[in-house]
């Protein structure tokens, strides 16, 4: 909660090393990450528990830099019965975590200054964030990334060293049902939508301005 509020305070431009007064100017981003992915590991436990899992509550890493923390994430201390209840648990975190995230990114979008490109205050963190990052920002900023920024790759490395390989279900013969397989596509396909940048061609028709060219 510190750390993620002392980053949330540094988007906006202030040191609470020298404004403690200020702390309350983190807190809306402070509660919107850790509500984020609280729920999205809470998917993952509750769709555990469901299936006769042992897991552990959900633990939160803090750094005090860069968003203030490195995610959070649940162990699994037993195997799972088989490959349905292996794609249940994996398959609840973020769809759980996307229902908080979506409306976040959303009121986000309707309290935030629109300014061009040239022209970000001083001081504030990366001097904000371009709306066409990602198909999926690109489209909600309308309704009111791998390829983009290599440091995505260190975001991968740190999870699989938190979260280690996965334990393989006990039966993994039984195949997935066609509902869970096409929950599944639908899955990818909004990872794709997040990750994926606008195409450059577009981002004049959208009207937006292309930081990465």
């Given at each position: 909660m510190?750390?993620?509020?002392w ?17 309350a100017?983190g ?7 850790l509500?984020?992915?609280g ?6 436990y509750?769709?555990?528990?469901r299936?006769g899992?042992n897991?552990?509550p959900p ?10 923390t490195?995610?959070a ?7 799972t019965?088989n490959?349905?209840?292996l794609?249940?648990?994996?398959v609840a975190g973020?769809l759980?975590?996307?229902a908080v995230?979506?409306?976040?990114l ?9 300014l061009?490109?040239?022209?970000a ?11 066409g990052s990602s198909?999926?920002f690109?489209?909600?900023?309308r ?16 999870v ?6 996965s334990?393989?279900p006990l ?6 049902t066609p509902?869970?397989r096409?929950?599944g ?12 940048p ?5 981002w004049t028709?959208?009207?937006f301005?292309?930081p990465?060219?």
């Amino acid at each position: 909660m510190l750390t993620t509020t002392w980053a949330g305070a540094a988007h906006q431009g202030i040191d609470l090393l020298r404004e403690p007064g200020q702390f309350a100017t983190g807190l809306p981003y402070s509660f919107a990450l850790l509500a984020i992915l609280g729920v999205h590991e809470l998917g993952h436990y509750f769709a555990a528990r469901r299936h006769g899992i042992n897991v552990t509550p959900p633990f939160f890493i803090p750094v005090p830099f860069a968003l203030g923390t490195f995610g959070a994430f649940i162990q699994m201390r037993s195997p799972t019965e088989n490959g349905r209840s292996l794609f249940d648990v994996a398959v609840a975190g973020p769809l759980a975590g996307l229902a908080v995230a979506i409306p976040a990114l959303l009121i986000g979008l309707r309290s935030s200054t629109i300014l061009p490109v040239d022209a970000a205050p001083a001081g504030h963190m990366f001097g904000g964030t371009s709306a066409g990052s990602s198909l999926l920002f690109a489209l909600l900023a309308r309704l009111l990334a791998l390829f983009v920024w290599s440091g995505l790759m260190m975001w991968a490395i740190i999870v699989f060293f938190i979260a280690g390989r996965s334990t393989p279900p006990l039966n993994d013969v039984t195949p997935i049902t066609p509902g869970r397989r096409w929950l599944g596509y639908a899955t990818f396909a909004i990872l794709a939508s997040i990750l994926v940048p606008l195409p450059h061609a577009l981002w004049t028709a959208a009207g937006f301005h292309c930081p990465y060219l």
